[in-house]
């Protein structure tokens, strides 16, 4: 392409500065060009607080050369230059001469690729000509309402999924992108997942953070790959129909030298004063959100994942820590906003900036908040007061039914309420269920441990467990090795226990979870009325002394609605009666005593008339001999006079159909016989 449609020019030096530049990333950061007929890379930074700044890199040995020094374009504080005979696979950094004279080597905030770690340098790659092939899913998402669409996300950490055998060559063992891709497909489609969330995809140089502390936001982390790789696997997963979520971290980054701390030898990317600028309990720093430069930045980088790779949702993390100015600060160690609160006005600006703009541009797609407070209004419309964010992740349901879960049988009766009281908030706003990575590291013990009892107890109490959030409202979350009871706690530094796959309980376990998510996926009486009580209905509440729960998840249509019974003690309840809705034949469609999930194999009847007679306040009952740790789903059809009213609309025109034909045929006939 030719330098000029590449270098920064005036228009977009003001977009920049209003905070409004969408594509910046097309402009700052290393891009191949063409200047008089000359092929090369134009490198573009911001850098406003430095006194001179080079590119430097394999091609000048690393050094401040007068060739190299890069020019100052317009008064916002970029600078440019165009390198002749270079190319794509050159490393780089920016030398910046700060004010006080001091030398730092700065990778490329905007670059789209990264040496690999220990190497801290940016890397030249063109990502103009990735080749993409899932146009009908990007038109199907354009199409779509995610808050009516199944979304059982499989969490997992690339490197850690598995691992090849490591060797001299190969000491990380990590797998490609490519390969990747087609491994986690053919699990992630027999088990019944719809998307896979990708942890540590952004570069980022230290393994312990899991990605979470980033220095390349724009480059797909080369621990795996190239940036071809990272599309090739994206686009896999789109042909075969599963979604694909990042993690995203506008909340703070690290203060590596490489980085974005202290950028430009001042506090650039980050608030100045450390009361606002630091987390103190991370040692990490915190981007400065009353600067549009800034925002810019986070803001372009969030439409780059999803309009150059295609990225269907981002989940952002540690969102409380950027709405509370006092987050982690002790009492005098954080600064009032101008009402004297600790409201982070320009984080929640941000927030309204960034999920107006992105799912604006990009119907379809998701921005959900990690958020663990009661803000009010997180998934609710900017316009309405809201932050704007498509969904968030429910962590209050999620700390009350481990603490459910954790306890001894005997006392779950005394603490009943653990597992009702999210239904008193469960449609305040629009909630992901979620047991994620941060659930089974630091000593907090992996799912299937955290269950009381010997070892066949733990399993009966996790499939328990598993079938009532499958049943709760909102979408549902597992982090990988939760779906078949990895024993040990998730490491990032080795694979998951596959082993265990080669034991029983292990496998029963694998199999009862793929039979709740293919239960979930083919049941839109689970998925596409989560947000309002038009969709879920309480049988039996109050049930404590037996801790039986029991509940009614309602289709729009009426049709296939789901009644959950499920036993949280070792007691078996032999003819247990449930309440029903109506007269009729209830289906049952998920067993847990089934010999292939570890129960006893009894044989049971495919379907359960209804009694007349008052149960659970209804009107009708059905009687189900309740296993220890039990689970029993049924299926009806609802019979209500809407329903009644239409069958009868289509028999009669089914009938007079009917009649016309035979009176028309009569007539044939007649004709024919004359």
Request: charged content about 25%; overall charge negative.
């Given at each position: 392409m030719e330098l000029k449609e590449v270098r920064i020019g005036e228009l977009d030096q003001y977009l920049f500065g209003q905070g409004t530049h969408y594509d910046i990333y097309k402009k700052l950061g290393a891009h191949l060009a063409t200047n008089e007929g000359k092929k090369g890379v134009y490198f573009a930074v911001w850098?406003?607080?430095?006194?001179?700044?080079?590119?430097?890199?394999?091609?000048?040995?690393?050094?401040?050369?007068?060739?190299?020094?890069?020019?100052?374009?317009?008064?916002?504080?970029?600078?440019?230059?165009?390198?002749?005979?270079?190319?794509?696979?050159?490393?780089?950094?920016?030398?910046?001469?700060?004010?006080?004279?001091?030398?730092?080597?700065?990778?490329?905030?905007?670059?789209?690729?990264?040496?690999?770690?220990?190497?801290?340098?940016?890397?030249?790659?063109?990502?103009?000509?990735?080749?993409?092939?899932?146009?009908?899913?990007?038109?199907?998402?354009?199409?779509?309402?995610?808050?009516?669409?199944?979304?059982?996300?499989?969490?997992?950490?690339?490197?850690?999924?598995?691992?090849?055998?490591?060797?001299?060559?190969?000491?990380?063992?990590?797998?490609?992108?490519?390969?990747?891709?087609?491994?986690?497909?053919?699990?992630?489609?027999?088990?019944?997942?719809?998307?896979?969330?990708?942890?540590?995809?952004?570069?980022?140089?230290?393994?312990?953070?899991?990605?979470?502390?980033?220095?390349?936001?724009?480059?797909?982390?080369?621990?795996?790959?190239t940036p071809e790789d990272f599309q090739y696997m994206v686009n896999y997963f789109h042909k075969n129909g599963i979604g694909v979520i990042l993690d995203w971290v506008p909340a703070h980054f690290p203060k590596d030298a490489a980085g974005l701390a202290d950028f430009d030898g001042q506090a650039l990317y980050e608030y100045a004063d450390p009361r606002k600028g630091e987390h103190p309990d991370w040692g990490t720093k915190v981007f400065d959100y009353a600067k549009n430069e800034v925002k810019n930045f986070l803001i372009a980088n969030a439409l780059y994942w999803v309009e150059q790779f295609h990225i269907d949702g981002l989940r952002v993390d540690a969102v409380a820590s950027m709405l509370y100015l006092d987050y982690g600060r002790s009492a005098g160690n954080w600064v009032p906003n101008i009402y004297g609160e600790n409201k982070n006005l320009e984080a929640i600006e941000f927030f309204k900036h960034l999920n107006t703009v992105v799912t604006g541009r990009n119907h379809g797609t998701m921005i959900i908040a990690e958020e663990s407070t009661a803000w009010p209004q997180v998934t609710g419309r900017p316009e309405d007061g809201g932050l704007g964010f498509t969904m968030k992740w429910n962590m209050g349901w999620m700390h009350d039914f481990l603490d459910y879960m954790k306890l001894d049988p005997y006392f779950r009766s005394y603490n009943h309420n653990k597992m009702t009281f999210s239904m008193t908030y469960a449609f305040s706003e629009k909630y992901v269920l979620v047991l994620s990575h941060d659930e089974v590291v630091h000593m907090k013990g992996?799912?299937?441990?955290?269950?009381?009892?010997?070892?066949?107890?733990?399993?009966?109490?996790?499939?328990?467990?598993?079938?009532?959030?499958?049943?709760?409202?909102?979408?549902?979350?597992?982090?990988?090795?939760?779906?078949?009871?990895?024993?040990?706690?998730?490491?990032?530094?080795r694979e998951l226990d596959w082993y265990l796959l080669a034991e029983e309980k292990h496998v029963q376990m694998k199999e009862y979870v793929k039979e709740l998510l293919h239960l979930y996926q083919g049941s839109p009486a689970l998925y596409e009325t989560d947000d309002n009580w038009e969709g879920f209905e309480w049988v039996n509440a109050d049930d404590s002394e037996r801790s039986i729960f029991s509940f009614i998840r309602h289709s729009k249509d009426g049709k296939n609605n789901l009644l959950f019974v499920v036993n949280f003690t070792p007691v078996e309840r032999p003819e247990y009666r449930v309440g029903v809705p109506q007269s009729g034949s209830y289906k049952l469609v998920l067993n847990s005593d089934e010999a292939r999930f570890g129960g006893s194999g009894e044989k049971r009847a495919s379907s359960y008339r209804s009694k007349k007679g008052v149960c659970d306040n209804k009107p009708y009952s059905i009687g189900y001999s309740l296993p220890a740790y039990g689970v029993a789903v049924f299926q009806y059809e609802k019979k209500d006079k809407t329903v009644k009213k239409a069958t009868a609309r289509k028999n009669a025109v089914k009938k007079e159909t009917t009649a016309r034909k035979t009176s028309a045929a009569k007539k044939t006939a007649a004709k024919k016989n004359a």
């Amino acid at each position: 392409m030719e330098l000029k449609e590449v270098r920064i020019g005036e228009l977009d030096q003001y977009l920049f500065g209003q905070g409004t530049h969408y594509d910046i990333y097309k402009k700052l950061g290393a891009h191949l060009a063409t200047n008089e007929g000359k092929k090369g890379v134009y490198f573009a930074v911001w850098a406003p607080h430095a006194a001179k700044v080079h590119v430097v890199g394999d091609f000048n040995e690393w050094e401040e050369r007068e060739a190299y020094e890069m020019t100052r374009v317009g008064e916002i504080g970029i600078y440019e230059i165009f390198v002749e005979g270079i190319g794509v696979g050159e490393l780089y950094k920016f030398l910046i001469t700060t004010s006080d004279g001091r030398k730092l080597y700065k990778a490329d905030p905007y670059g789209n690729q990264a040496e690999f770690r220990p190497g801290t340098a940016s890397r030249v790659t063109d990502i103009s000509r990735l080749k993409w092939a899932d146009a009908r899913w990007l038109k199907a998402r354009g199409k779509q309402n995610v808050d009516e669409i199944p979304m059982a996300i499989y969490e997992v950490h690339p490197g850690s999924w598995r691992k090849h055998p490591v060797t001299e060559e190969d000491p990380d063992g990590f797998y490609n992108y490519r390969e990747f891709a087609h491994e986690l497909t053919e699990y992630v489609k027999d088990m019944g997942y719809t998307h896979v969330e990708l942890m540590g995809i952004a570069e980022h140089p230290f393994d312990g953070s899991w990605g979470y502390q980033v220095i390349g936001y724009y480059a797909p982390t080369a621990r795996y790959g190239t940036p071809e790789d990272f599309q090739y696997m994206v686009n896999y997963f789109h042909k075969n129909g599963i979604g694909v979520i990042l993690d995203w971290v506008p909340a703070h980054f690290p203060k590596d030298a490489a980085g974005l701390a202290d950028f430009d030898g001042q506090a650039l990317y980050e608030y100045a004063d450390p009361r606002k600028g630091e987390h103190p309990d991370w040692g990490t720093k915190v981007f400065d959100y009353a600067k549009n430069e800034v925002k810019n930045f986070l803001i372009a980088n969030a439409l780059y994942w999803v309009e150059q790779f295609h990225i269907d949702g981002l989940r952002v993390d540690a969102v409380a820590s950027m709405l509370y100015l006092d987050y982690g600060r002790s009492a005098g160690n954080w600064v009032p906003n101008i009402y004297g609160e600790n409201k982070n006005l320009e984080a929640i600006e941000f927030f309204k900036h960034l999920n107006t703009v992105v799912t604006g541009r990009n119907h379809g797609t998701m921005i959900i908040a990690e958020e663990s407070t009661a803000w009010p209004q997180v998934t609710g419309r900017p316009e309405d007061g809201g932050l704007g964010f498509t969904m968030k992740w429910n962590m209050g349901w999620m700390h009350d039914f481990l603490d459910y879960m954790k306890l001894d049988p005997y006392f779950r009766s005394y603490n009943h309420n653990k597992m009702t009281f999210s239904m008193t908030y469960a449609f305040s706003e629009k909630y992901v269920l979620v047991l994620s990575h941060d659930e089974v590291v630091h000593m907090k013990g992996s799912m299937i441990n955290k269950m009381p009892g010997e070892y066949d107890d733990k399993f009966a109490n996790l499939k328990a467990g598993y079938s009532f959030m499958m049943g709760h409202p909102g979408k549902k979350l597992l982090f990988m090795g939760q779906d078949f009871a990895q024993f040990r706690e998730w490491s990032e530094a080795r694979e998951l226990d596959w082993y265990l796959l080669a034991e029983e309980k292990h496998v029963q376990m694998k199999e009862y979870v793929k039979e709740l998510l293919h239960l979930y996926q083919g049941s839109p009486a689970l998925y596409e009325t989560d947000d309002n009580w038009e969709g879920f209905e309480w049988v039996n509440a109050d049930d404590s002394e037996r801790s039986i729960f029991s509940f009614i998840r309602h289709s729009k249509d009426g049709k296939n609605n789901l009644l959950f019974v499920v036993n949280f003690t070792p007691v078996e309840r032999p003819e247990y009666r449930v309440g029903v809705p109506q007269s009729g034949s209830y289906k049952l469609v998920l067993n847990s005593d089934e010999a292939r999930f570890g129960g006893s194999g009894e044989k049971r009847a495919s379907s359960y008339r209804s009694k007349k007679g008052v149960c659970d306040n209804k009107p009708y009952s059905i009687g189900y001999s309740l296993p220890a740790y039990g689970v029993a789903v049924f299926q009806y059809e609802k019979k209500d006079k809407t329903v009644k009213k239409a069958t009868a609309r289509k028999n009669a025109v089914k009938k007079e159909t009917t009649a016309r034909k035979t009176s028309a045929a009569k007539k044939t006939a007649a004709k024919k016989n004359a």
